[in-house]
């Protein structure tokens, strides 16, 4: 059975990866990848985050003298980064949803344009882009690269 799930009907994106950037991840040629990244379709996780609405004691909520019981809960959605010891920060992509799921099967998968997603990771700070975490092929794009690929 087709995931139908990633786009409005009629369009047509079955989440498949895409041909050129699944062969130059396999290749393992760091230029390959970032050529095929600027014209490939990748997805990024999304998942929901549960935040409390109503935080024991919140004197905004809560009537005087009452502790409160935060059982009111809520959740946004977030797009999922990763975190080294260092402090550095990246943004994990999949060229298809076979991938994301084999790495974090309860995340949402969102397509987005290569290029667009590494421009995005460097205005918000980010030092890399790491292309299917789990495999079967691994890549990260930083630095110069990662740079260059966002200014396009």
Do not use: N
């Amino acid at each position: 059975m087709k995931r139908e799930l990633l786009a409005p009907s009629g369009q047509g994106d079955h989440g498949g990866a895409d041909g050129a950037l699944r062969a130059a991840l396999d290749a393992g040629d760091e230029q390959s990848v970032a050529t095929a990244l600027v014209r490939a379709r990748v997805f990024v996780a999304i998942e929901a985050r549960r935040t409390d609405a109503d935080p024991p004691g919140d004197p905004d909520v809560d009537p005087p003298g009452d502790a409160g019981t935060g059982a009111e809960k809520s959740s946004e959605m977030v797009l999922v980064t990763l975190w080294v010891p260092s402090g550095a920060t990246a943004i994990p992509a999949f060229s298809g949803v076979d991938t994301l799921a084999r790495w974090r099967r309860t995340a949402r998968p969102v397509a987005v344009p290569g290029h667009a997603l590494c421009a995005q990771a460097v205005r918000d700070g980010h030092s890399a882009v790491v292309l299917d975490i789990a495999g079967p092929a691994m890549a990260t794009v930083d630095g110069e690269l990662l740079e260059r690929i966002a200014a396009l």
